[in-house]
């Protein structure tokens, strides 16, 4: 059976600065409405990241089939070179030569207080992608993209009986009620934090139960407190995983994700699979950024096993 993965989603690098003040001793809360502000910031990382390649990257060390597509910008040789070597394949992924590599730009201060800046670059051309070039699939995931991208992908799935993960993300805001409504009626899964769940009810007019009975599956991620999956007319409380150490939540949502679309690839339960989805979380929120976590499918299932005591 086919068990490729196609993964919808961005391509980004992620530009993290470290400021060693704190934003509050130098924006004066009365000049606001006139701020011209430099800061000092000693320390520079590039991180490699975009929700596509981190769930890409997570399904690959699973022994998953992931296909990435997406764009990228004319700053993206050493990106592409860095996935190939990885394992993942980057034929679906399209250069955008007019264009930089989504980017985005973190200042944090001495209190871990955030400014950031984004720039979508070569993502706001995901609608140029078509996943009709890359049938047949197994199942897909609608992850945050372009605006344009995200609902050509999700109607095209729709329309072409791919089975798909709606992902909104940080994209969520972007879509008004009726466009969510009809996400929700290509979709066959939809997978938010609580947060954004709350403002997918909200922006619906739907209650769980509504948006539950509309899909084969709800899931609903709740950082350290686990996870609910509502599927066919029951409840499956998923309990979080302990990590060895919190070092990093950036990309825990997209591993999580990676557990979810292996356990559909290969007909697993929804116990199963959320259970898998929290194993790959806590071991990915021990390590610094989306993709410097290294993991084997052995040592998933040991601490599968570890976890919840009985086999995977």
Same mark, same amino acid.
């Given at each position: ?7 919808? #989603? ?17 924006? *004066? ?8 502000? =430099? ?21 690959? @060390? ?6 990435? @597509? ?12 860095? @996935? ?32 950031? &800046? ?24 609608? =992850?945050?993209? #372009? ?26 805001? @972007? ?30 007019? *739907?209650? *769980? ?16 407190? %686990?996870?609910?999956?509502? &599927? ?7 309990? &979080? ?23 559909? &690839? ?14 790959? %979380? ?31």
């Amino acid at each position: 059976m086919n068990k490729t993965s196609l993964i919808c #989603g961005s391509i980004a690098f992620d530009k993290i600065m470290q400021y060693h003040g704190r934003f509050g001793e130098t924006l *004066l809360a009365d000049q606001l409405h006139r701020v011209n502000v =430099s800061f000092l910031v000693p320390t520079l990382r590039t991180e490699y990241g975009g929700c596509a390649v981190n769930i890409a990257y997570n399904l690959e @060390m699973l022994g998953g089939d992931p296909l990435i @597509m997406g764009t990228i910008g004319q700053d993206g040789g050493d990106y592409l070179e860095r @996935m190939e070597k990885q394992g993942l394949a980057t034929n679906a992924i399209r250069t955008i030569d007019s264009a930089y590599t989504a980017q985005c730009f973190v200042t944090a201060d001495l209190d871990n207080n955030q400014i950031n &800046a984004f720039h979508p670059g070569a993502m706001q051309h995901s609608h140029e992608n078509s996943l009709a070039d890359y049938l047949p699939l197994r199942v897909a995931i609608i =992850s945050p993209d #372009g605006r344009d991208g995200m609902i050509k992908h999700a109607r095209d799935c729709a329309e072409r009986g791919v089975p798909f993960i709606f992902d909104p993300g940080q994209q969520l805001p @972007m879509f008004n009620g009726e466009e969510l409504l009809t996400f929700i009626e290509q979709a066959t899964y939809l997978a938010c934090n609580d947060y954004e769940f709350e403002m997918v009810m909200d922006r619906t007019g *739907l209650s *769980l139960q509504d948006i539950a009975a509309r899909l084969d599956a709800l899931i609903v991620t709740r950082g350290e407190h %686990g996870s609910d999956i509502y &599927a066919k007319g029951e409840h499956h409380k998923i309990p &979080a995983v302990q990590a060895e150490q919190v070092v990093d939540p950036t990309g825990c949502g997209d591993a999580y994700r990676a557990g979810l679309l292996y356990g559909i &690839a290969n007909d697993l339960d929804w116990p199963t699979t959320g259970r898998l989805a929290s194993v790959i %979380g806590a071991i990915k929120i021990a390590h610094q950024g989306a993709q410097n976590h290294v993991f084997t499918a052995q040592e998933i299932v040991q601490r599968f096993e570890a976890a919840f005591g009985y086999k995977f």
